[in-house]
């Protein structure tokens, strides 16, 4: 069973950044799409950055485009999200994801298997 573990959230102000960290266990060797969602109250979970756990280009949300940085450390099995240039509307609980079937082309929650119970990221004006 996968088992994902984030880390990193906080408080900070406009301009700001953050590391989130997103630490697995469990994985079987297979390849893994990875994701960034967040989930600000009141609204749905939207899909912020995705990356194939065995290589190719990184995508991102128009909304994060240019500000956050998605990487890996296989190694460490361990996902990470870079976020500089926080704005407030960035405020949200921030979940990674995984999931093995080897193929990694979409933001939608329903395909991933496997969540994270979440950190919360609060950036102030």
């Known amino acids: 069973q996968v088992q994902l573990v984030e880390s990193g959230g906080g408080s900070v102000q406009a301009g700001g950044s953050l590391r989130l960290s997103c630490a697995a266990s469990g994985y079987t060797g297979r390849k893994y799409c990875l994701a960034w969602f967040r989930q600000a109250p009141g609204k749905e979970r939207e899909g912020v950055a995705r990356?194939?756990?065995?290589?190719?280009?990184?995508h991102y949300a128009d909304s994060v485009k240019g500000r956050f940085t998605i990487s890996q450390d296989n190694a460490k099995n361990t996902l990470y999200l870079q976020m500089n240039s926080l704005k407030p509307e960035d405020t949200a609980m921030y979940y990674c994801a995984a999931d093995p079937r080897g193929v990694c082309y979409t933001l939608q929650p329903s395909f991933y298997a496997y969540w994270g119970q979440g950190t919360q990221v609060t950036v102030s004006s």
């Open positions: 990356i194939y756990s065995g290589g190719g280009n990184p």
